[in-house]
């Protein structure tokens, strides 16, 4: 008897996104992994994204989902509430990603066999391992406040990865009920960063697999004073809380 292949989801949140999302759902659809679904998250975009996810999700035959949500309330809670639709209906793989195309599809192939070898909890897509690089066209004082972000939450948190800010990353089911998503609190960007933290507090293994993280081709950056703010906080917030002690 065929042992069937494992249920891979990948989540990905929008905001005005409708240019971004039917080339990522072509790139998706192309690669060489069997079973692969997509879910669209989507914070009620005005520039009609949900929309173009329906119609995608139609011509799809059963392989794209949309999640419509009525609040934009932050990435880290789109990720989630895609996180827990993809475990209800049944994911044994979830993969995180940006809908801008700076996270290259083409890496999820390598990211899911790494993740299904051993016991590796998570894998992040990384742009520090041998292997990885940033886009060209980054300035060097946006390299720099990479870097130092990376260096910073290590030395609070003792993560011990080399992309500890990574937002495209592949889960297994079992990792994410584990460290129950429901109780999980930070938003933003440091939303990548407790996660690691809850996987790593309880012993599981993260591995790091080298991609080429690119800038955004349609769109604004989404990262506002705000967003940098909470993410300079995050780490310290994590590390004297006492309300998650479990290793």
């Known amino acids: 008897m065929v ?7 990948v989540v990905v949140p929008t905001y005005n996104e409708r240019e971004n999302l039917p080339v990522l759902a072509g790139l998706l659809a192309d690669l060489p992994v069997p079973n692969l679904h997509l879910l669209v998250v989507d914070d009620s975009s005005p520039d009609g994204t949900g929309e173009v996810a329906e119609k995608l999700a139609a011509e799809a035959g059963g ?3 949309v999640l419509h949500r009525t609040e934009k309330d932050g ?3 789109a990720y989630l509430a895609g996180m827990a639709r993809a475990l209800d209906e049944g994911a044994d793989v979830v993969v995180q990603m940006d809908a801008d195309l ?3 599809a083409s890496a999820i192939p390598a990211m899911v066999d790494a993740l299904l070898t051993g016991d590796t909890a998570v894998v992040l897509g990384s742009r520090y391992v041998p292997g990885g690089s940033t886009a060209a066209e980054w300035p060097w004082h946006r390299k720099a406040l990479s870097a130092w972000a990376n260096f910073y939450v290590n030395a609070i948190l003792g993560l011990g ?3 500890a800010t990574a937002g495209f990353k592949a889960w297994r089911a079992d990792t994410l009920r584990a460290i129950d998503l429901p109780s999980v609190r930070s938003n933003g960007y440091s939303f990548q960063v407790e996660m690691n933290y809850r996987a790593v507090r ?3 293994t993260i591995r790091e697999v080298p991609i080429r993280f690119e800038e ?5 950056s989404k990262m506002s004073l705000a967003v940098q703010v909470e993410s300079a906080l995050a780490p310290w917030k994590l590390r004297f809380d006492r309300g998650d002690r479990r290793g």
């Open 202 to 204: 309880r012993g599981m």
């Open 75 to 77: 990435l880290g809670r």
């Open 161 to 163: 990865v080399r992309d």
């Open 216 to 220: 955004r081709i349609e769109g604004a």
């Open 63 to 65: 392989t794209i989902g």
């Open 3 to 9: 042992e069937a292949s494992p249920k891979v989801v």
């Open 102 to 104: 700076s996270h290259p």
